[in-house]
């Protein structure tokens, strides 16, 4: 008995290596680098919290200020009264950025989409740094404190470096169809890992001489980062003659029918096949997509919701791990810069696996959802772990294993294919909107949470930290259930099949 074509599942891979070739290692490294250089300058802020906070009360203050005139404008660092005020006022500018991340990110989206994505990448790269060498560096040089430039400068880095995400997405959503996509998309997420590894490891290096330096450090890579990707990335295939991204997955199309975890269905109306949000009828050239036909898109909004209680989560151990290491068991900045690795070690891991079992499976959701059920019991784990760093390191890595993959996913693979279904089939100008919605609603979700962070700590403390985690990382479960039931029964449904064609 011949088995149907939506059941004929082959190696998730086999096109994705016979397609493989210089152009795309080159494309993957850059956009995986240039990311995470991005990711590195954000982390040195949450690495050197302890030693801004210092300097920003009247416990420590600055000896070798010059004697400039007058006194309270330029030689005053007592900006708070106490250690206290000042770690609200940390929380708040991590507030501040994620919010004008967000904001950003709906906008990049449809900027990356209209003009040149190497343009918007290096220019968004260049300029944070610059940005935060001013931020972190010149303020200190000049030993000028002020609440509001820093509240301005951090409006706008988070505005700059919003043009990262969508736009190296973007790009890898050019190169890399859905043959192996969970896994290699899986992988490259790790960039935001590996930039938080990288940004640990600068600032732990030069803590020892000013945390200005460690702003110096980060911010001179990323812009050199920057310069290497305007003159170095290539967008798309047909910049090098290799043909359109669309024209190759024809020729897979088995597969792709079999791996749709995100859409409407499979059992929809014949009737809506027809509908397409590109009106290419007419038009050879494929066109933009607009922000509110791109929200309209079959799993954006449940995908987008979800993501915006899972970034919550992920970004609180990214902005407070190494503060929550110290201020808890009493560790050296510098060691729990350290060890605050083993999180992301654990994410770049999860989002690989997961990745892997998705396009094995042939579906996203299930694989989402057994990793944050897992979640939610390492993260009860961790609130308990003594005070011992190799037992720490290891629940850490658990943590973020189950928390950070899924992260992963839905930040690149599951918007890549978000952004390149049959809906919009034959624009790639689709993706760095879409991109930009889901991460977008993920980071509003992660600006509230770092503020709503602090104020739990201060009132309740970290015990109840770890309560709000738990009930963010079940709220992500619940806004994707729809999903999960629908893949679940495709699944068995599948199972079925498979076995009366046997």
């Known amino acids: 008995m011949a088995m149907p074509g939506s059941l004929r599942r082959q190696p998730a891979n086999r096109g994705l290596v016979s397609h493989c070739t210089h152009h795309h290692i ?20 949450s ?32 900006l708070f009264p106490n250690a206290e005020e000042a770690t609200l006022f940390l929380g708040t500018l991590d507030t501040i950025f994620l919010f004008s991340y967000a904001v950003g990110l709906f906008v990049s989206g449809i900027v990356g989409d209209r003009l040149n994505l190497r343009w918007v990448l290096s220019f968004g790269m260049c300029s944070s740094a610059l940005v935060v060498f001013s931020f972190g560096t010149l303020t200190e040089w000049l030993h000028f404190y002020n609440k509001w430039l820093y509240c301005c400068l951090w409006v706008v880095n988070g505005l700059l470096q ?12 050019n190169w890399f169809g859905k043959a192996g996509r969970g896994f290699v998309f899986g992988l490259w997420s790790a960039c935001a890992s590996v930039g938080n590894i ?18 110096l450090v980060t911010a001179s890579v990323q812009f050199a980062g920057g310069v290497i990707v305007f003159f170095g990335l290539l967008t798309s295939p047909k910049e090098v003659g290799l043909p359109e991204l669309g024209a190759d997955e024809d020729e897979v199309s088995v597969e792709e029918d079999a791996n749709r975890p995100l859409m409407g269905s499979d059992d929809v109306d014949d009737d809506d096949q027809n509908y397409s949000i590109q009106a290419t009828d007419n038009d050879n050239q494929p066109k933009a997509i607009g922000f509110f036909q791109a929200c309209c898109l079959p799993g954006v909004v449940l995908y987008s919701l979800a993501y915006a209680c899972l970034k919550l989560v992920n970004y609180s151990f990214f902005f407070w791990l190494p503060f929550y290491l110290s201020n808890n068991f009493g560790w050296k900045e510098a060691e729990a810069d350290q060890l605050s690795i083993w999180y992301d070690v654990g994410g770049i891991i999860g989002g690989t696996i997961q990745g892997l079992i998705s396009d094995v499976l042939q579906k996203r959701a299930p694989v989402l959802a057994v990793s944050l059920l897992f979640a939610v019991g390492s993260l009860f784990g961790y609130s308990r772990s003594p005070n011992s760093k190799p037992i720490n390191a290891v629940i850490m890595a658990i943590t973020g294993f189950f928390i950070g993959g899924p992260s992963n996913m839905i930040s690149s693979a ?10 919009v089939k034959g624009s790639s100008e689709a993706l760095a909107t879409v991109t930009g919605i889901v991460d977008g609603t993920g980071s509003i979700g992660a600006a509230v949470g770092q503020y709503l962070v602090s104020l739990i700590q201060e009132n309740l403390g970290w015990m109840w930290v770890f309560y709000f985690f738990i009930l963010m990382t079940s709220s992500t479960i619940l806004f994707i259930s729809p999903l999960i039931v629908r893949e679940i029964r495709l699944l068995l449904h599948e199972r079925r099949l498979r076995m009366l064609a046997e």
Request: charged share 10%; aromatic share 16%; proline share 4%.
């Open 26 to 45: 080159v494309v993957f490294l850059l956009t995986f680098f240039s990311y995470s250089l991005l990711h590195a300058s954000r982390k040195t802020f």
């Open 47 to 78: 690495n050197v919290k302890v030693s801004i906070s210092s300097q920003w009360t009247p416990y420590c203050l600055n000896s070798t200020a010059p004697e400039l005139q007058p006194y309270e404008l330029w030689n005053s660092s007592h």
């Open 162 to 173: 919003s043009t990262g995400w969508p736009c190296v997405v973007a790009v890898m959503g």
């Open 198 to 215: 990288l940004g640990a490891f600068l600032a732990s290096c030069v803590l020892k001489y000013g945390y200005e330096y460690a702003f």
């Open 414 to 423: 599951i918007s890549a294919d978000l952004g390149r279904q049959d809906l």
